[in-house]
């Protein structure tokens, strides 16, 4: 059963970069099929798409992200990363990586993680 | 961008009652809409695919249908394990989700 798991610094002071890696762990990243995201849930709010890669690097983002963000994957570790830039305190959320299924037209987000707060605060 | 509209924005309903959630896309989506719990300080969870499709292991009580713009999940017969929050989410163009219909128990 896969299972993924969010890590990284849970307080990240404004204007800096946020970076988060997602470990997964009962299935590998390489075996292909499936893409990788990663999703936040700001405070008592909905839920926003950040953006997604593919085990042999290929990605993409939600526009309104695009120019701040970066995902990265070490398929010899078995993770991928989330890079933010210039954060603010809007930035605040918890994030979450998931793996994206797809099947024909069909796409799904499953499993997640846990969930990770990140705080922009200085 | 497509816009999902949840509503009610929160629902308080009594065990055994049948709960019915709507959810409106800004344009036509096809079938193309998945429905997600959400409880309490936990990621969410795939509950039903392709508008009307049960993901395997989830209760029969939970039922999606609809397609182009307007969606519906209903749980026919509310449980106390069911509370939590529901979310639509689109994958017709990109990813969107709506914004939460939060289920209490009356």
């Known amino acids: 059963q896969v299972q993924l798991q969010e890590s990284g610094p849970g307080l990240v002071k404004p204007s800096q970069t946020l970076s988060l890696t997602c470990t997964v762990s009962?299935?590998?990243?390489?075996?292909?099929?499936?893409?990788w995201s990663w999703i936040r849930q700001h405070p008592g709010k909905g839920l926003e798409w950040i953006g997604y890669?593919?085990?042999?690097?290929?990605?993409y983002y939600n526009p309104s992200l695009k120019s701040r963000v970066t995902i990265s994957v070490d398929t010899s570790k078995n993770q991928f990363s989330l890079k933010l830039s210039s954060v603010t305190a809007a930035d605040t959320a918890v994030y979450y990586c998931a793996r994206e299924g797809v099947t024909g037209t069909t796409h799904w987000f499953d499993p997640w993680g846990q969930g990770t707060l990140v705080t922009v605060s200085s | 961008d497509i816009q999902m509209t949840q509503s009610p924005s929160s629902l308080s309903a009594s065990v055994g009652d049948r709960v019915t959630i709507t959810c409106q896309a800004s344009q036509d989506i096809s079938n193309y809409l998945n429905w997600y719990q959400q409880k309490p300080g936990k990621a969410p969870k795939l509950l039903i695919y392709?508008?009307?499709n049960l993901e395997t292991g989830v209760p029969s009580r939970f039922s999606g249908s609809g397609s182009g713009t307007d969606f519906t999940f209903t749980i026919s017969s509310l449980q106390p394990e069911d509370i939590a929050t529901y979310y639509c989410?689109?994958?017709?163009?990109?990813?969107?989700f709506g914004q939460g219909t939060k289920l209490e128990i009356k």
């Open positions: 009962g299935g590998s990243i390489s075996s292909g099929g499936y893409y």
């Open positions: 392709d508008a009307s």
């Open positions: 890669i593919y085990y042999s690097g290929s990605t």
């Open positions: 989410q689109q994958y017709d163009n990109l990813y969107t």
